[in-house]
């Protein structure tokens, strides 16, 4: 993926229905996330298994990766047009529920 080989999450429900397939079906999940302690990127970190280190004096790991609109990255619109939320461990996310819907 373009910020690291997470999990993706969006707040916006158009960004995930992109990634739904081409059937009239599609289903979504409305998860619980925890970010913990999030690095905010500035651009894309395509090949990343896991978040950023913090700075020296913190020590450790970022928890996730939080990418805000308007970050350039050399996509078809030029830039992030969605907010996205990663996380590189499983059990950061609990989904909720499963909504299913036609297009």
């Known amino acids: 993926g373009l910020y690291g080989q997470g999990i993706y999450f969006a707040e916006q429900?158009?960004?995930?229905?992109?990634?739904?397939?081409?059937?009239?079906?599609?289903?979504?999940?409305?998860?619980?996330v925890v970010l913990g302690d999030a690095y905010t990127t500035r651009q894309p970190m395509r090949g990343e298994r896991r978040p950023p280190p913090r700075p020296a004096a913190s020590g450790g790991r970022y928890d996730s990766v939080v990418a805000n609109t308007g970050i350039p990255n050399r996509q078809r619109l030029g830039s992030q047009m969605h907010r996205e939320f990663i996380i590189f461990k499983g059990d950061q996310a609990y989904p909720e529920f499963i909504v299913q819907f036609t297009v």
Request: some cysteine.
């Open 13 to 32: 429900s158009c960004k995930a229905s992109q990634y739904a397939g081409k059937s009239q079906l599609h289903s979504m999940l409305i998860a619980r």
